[in-house]
């Protein structure tokens, strides 16, 4: 077995979301997400770490091409998020909170399907410089 190496590649995007749940009364929502449930949306600067993890080619001594990544990042992730609103411009978020918790989950499984198998993947999203989530935990 060959040494484990991880890269991480840096990313970021604004996007506008509003936290909601309509099984609940206005209330309720108002009181479970605060401001983040002002009807008329707010933005984050979100920062996107993508961390891949595996051995290292015997050829190119690379886990992964960081060009690459970055370049799947920024097709795939980054050029669909920035700049949003991710309630009403992402299918993803039709039904689903985009909680920094459920944003991070859609990004991973969208990146796990240009990234080759055998590398492990994680995705770390700042929401805000004091507020990040991981996954998979
Ligand atoms: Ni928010």
New binding site residues.
């Given amino acids: 077995m060959g040494k484990r190496v991880s890269v991480y590649r840096k990313e970021h995007f604004n996007a506008a979301?509003?936290?909601h749940n309509p099984a609940w009364d206005d209330n309720r929502n108002s009181e479970v997400f605060g401001?983040?449930n002002l009807p008329n949306y707010?933005?984050?600067n979100y920062e996107l770490i993508v961390k891949v993890t595996g051995e290292t080619d015997p050829g190119t001594g690379y886990v992964m091409d960081m060009k690459v990544l970055s370049d799947v990042i920024r097709e795939h992730v980054t050029d669909r998020f920035d700049h949003r609103n991710l309630n009403l411009d992402m299918p993803e978020f039709r039904e689903m909170n985009?909680?920094?918790e459920n944003i991070a989950i859609v990004i991973h499984d969208i990146l796990r399907a240009y990234i080759d198998e055998k590398l492990d993947i994680k995705v770390i999203l700042y929401?805000?410089p004091r507020n990040y989530v991981e996954y998979p935990a």
């Fill in positions: 979301h509003r936290l401001k983040c707010h933005g984050h985009p909680t920094a929401e805000t």
